[in-house]
C-alpha cells in the first residue's frame, strides 16, 4: 500500500487485529504448540491456554463455560446452530417449521433455505418495515404448532438496525421454542448476558471485533436440542470436531475481553462520530437518504442511498481519495444487482443501486469524519453527472 494515509470505514466486514490479541496469541504458535488432546507437558499447557479462553468468555457472557463451542467463525457457527437445532428437532419428532427474517446474513438465509428445499422443512419469513426492524408481534403470530426454531439476527449487516432480541427472547422461552440470534455483528456493542437474554444460541465471530479471521463461537444453553453437523473427534463435548486452533482461540477470548473492557466509552465516541457522519451527508449531499433505523443502530454504522448513483463508482471514488468504504450491492455478474436487504425495506430499485455503507472502528477520528464529508459531496456529483451520460441514448 501506498504512504497516503487510508480511512477504514468498512469494520462491519472486518478489524484489524488488536496489538494485545497479537500478542496473546503469538506464544501460541511455536513455544506453546502441543496437541490439547496429548498427554504431556506441551499438550497440558495448550489445553490448559483453551480452558482459559472459555472460563474468560463464559465470565463475560455470564453463561457456563460448557455453553461456549469454538468455531472457524460466524458462518460455521450460524449453520451449526441451525442445522444442529432443526435435526435434533426433527429426530425428535417436534417439527419442521422455521421462523426467520429477510434480511439475515446468507450463512443464516442460505442455511434455512437449503433445510426448506432438500429436507422437508418450511420457513416464515417475518416482514420488516422500512427501517429493517422486525416486530416481535409478528414473530409471536407466525408461531405454529410445529415451529422448532426462531432465528433473528442482533443487528443487520448492511443496515444497522439493532432488532428487539431480548422481547424476541422472551416470546421464544414462553412457547417453548429454541431462539438462534446470529450476534456477529453486535459485540461491543450491546452488553449480550445470557442471563438476561432469553437466547439458546449466539454467533459470535473474533475479525468483527479486533480478534483474528477464522474464529468464532457457538454459545449453546444447556438443555438446547442439538445435532452436531461434523463429525470425528470428541472436541468441544463432541459437538464440533477437529484439532483446536490455540492461538486463535486465544485471540478470540483477548479481544472478546477487550471490547467489553471500554464499551460505554466506545460506544459513546463511536455513535458521536457516526451521527456527526450522518448529519454531514445528509445535509451536504442532495437526494441522500439514511438506510436502517434512525436511533436504534449500531454506533458504528452510518448507511445511506444516493438517488442517480452507481454504489461501485462511488466506492472506486472513495478508494482513489483514500477512503474504505462498501455498498450493499453485488456485483457479481458485472450488472449491479441491489442488495435484497434494502428491497424488502421498501427502497426503490434504482435508489437501492447507490448505497453506500461506512462503519467506524476505534481508531476513528473526528478529522477523518471532517475529510469524508469533504470529498463525498463531490464525489457523488461526479458520478452522478458519469450516469446521467449514461442514461443519454446513443
Ligand atoms: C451478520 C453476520 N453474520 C455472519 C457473518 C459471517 O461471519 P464470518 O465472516 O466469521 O464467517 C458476518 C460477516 O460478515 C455477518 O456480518
New binding site residues.
Partial sequence: MSNQKFIYLDH???TPVASEVLEAMLPYFSETYGNPSGMHKQARASSRAISNARQEIAQILNCSPKEIVFT???????NMAIRGVAWAQKLAGKGKHIITSPI?????SKTIDQLCEYYGFEQTQVSVDQYGLVDPADVEAAIRPDTILISI?A???EVGTLQPIAEIGELAQAHGIPFHS?T??VVGAIELNMQDLKMDLL?M????FYGP??V?LLYIRQGTPFMPHSTGGSHEAGRRPGTENVPYIVGLATALKLAYQDMAASVARQTRLRDKLITGVLETIPDAALTGHPTLRLPNSASFVFKDCDATAILMHLDMNGVGGASGSACATGMPEPSDVLLVMGIDYQLALGALRLTLGRSTTDEDIDYVLEKLPGIVQTVRQLHQMQQVPA
Wanted: charged share 20%.
Fill in positions: 462491519a466486514a472486518s472457524s467463525g460466524g458462518s460455521e457457527s450460524d439475515e446474513h446468507s450463512a443464516v439476527m443487528a443487520n449487516n446470529d456477529v455483528q454467533a465471530s473474533a475479525h468483527k479471521k477464522g468464532g
